[in-house]
T-cell receptor, first 114, second 116 residues
């Protein structure tokens, strides 16, 4: 069964600190992996996208890594800000259909405290 | 910032009422999607469309229906709302890219529906 599991479910950190969010998936055949940020009451916004051959991708203070062999990805946030408080969703796409089926994780709820 | 809009943002309605959730995008994307999301849970695809006059049901069974008469517009309708329909509904759109690269979906702000 194709699944995407994220950990931790929630995380509280102090402003200025770094953190790392994890994503494990069993989706096959793998096409790409995205990290989305979803602010409360808003729709998800894409942060990074990585294909099979990409190991790391940065977007400002966000750095995503991908290990396609172990089917793991991480999102590292550097020097966290209050505005980073949001749910971070890992989304994996397969190549098994023309739709490019997306599998969503439940997200990690990050809270940054001052 | 994606040019995809949803109205209303919040809706409280009684059981049995007919409702239509609006979604429109100005990016000219052919593909559009409706997702349902409960708090702390993953998004579930309920409907999608590849273009005008094309609609398909998604993975999650839904009593809602959709239509795609215009490229930019993809409304979702519930003929008779029930408390079990209480949820957040997210609309998204995407344009075709290379198969390897995949498509980035751009999401609207969502509609939070409460059925009493």
């Amino acid at each position: 069964k194709n699944q995407v599991e994220q950990s931790p479910q929630s995380l509280i950190i102090l402003e200025g600190k770094n953190c790392t969010l994890q994503c494990n998936y069993t989706v096959s055949p793998f096409s790409n992996l995205r990290w989305y940020k979803q602010d409360t009451g808003r729709g998800p916004v894409s942060l990074t996208i990585m294909t099979f051959s990409e190991n790391t991708k940065s977007n400002g203070r966000y750095t995503a890594t991908l290990d396609a062999d172990t089917k793991q990805s991480s999102l590292h946030i550097t020097a966290s800000q209050l505005s980073d408080s949001a749910s971070y969703i890992c989304v994996v796409s397969d190549r098994g259909s023309t739709l490019g089926r997306l599998y969503f994780g439940r997200g990690t709820q990050l809270t940054v405290w001052p | 910032e994606a040019d995809i809009y949803q109205t209303p943002r919040y809706l409280v309605i009684g059981t049995g009422k007919k409702i239509t959730l609006e979604c429109s995008q100005t990016m000219g994307h052919d593909k559009m999607y409706w997702y349902q999301q409960d708090p702390g849970m993953e998004l579930h695809l309920i409907h999608y469309s590849y273009g005008v006059n094309s609609t398909e049901k998604g993975d999650l069974s839904s009593e809602s229906t959709v239509s795609r008469i215009r490229t930019e517009h993809f409304p979702l309708t519930l003929e008779s709302a029930r408390p079990s329909h209480t949820s957040q509904y997210l609309c998204a759109s995407s344009e075709s890219q290379t198969p390897r690269r995949g498509e980035t979906q751009y999401f609207g702000p969502g509609t939070r529906l409460l059925v009493l």
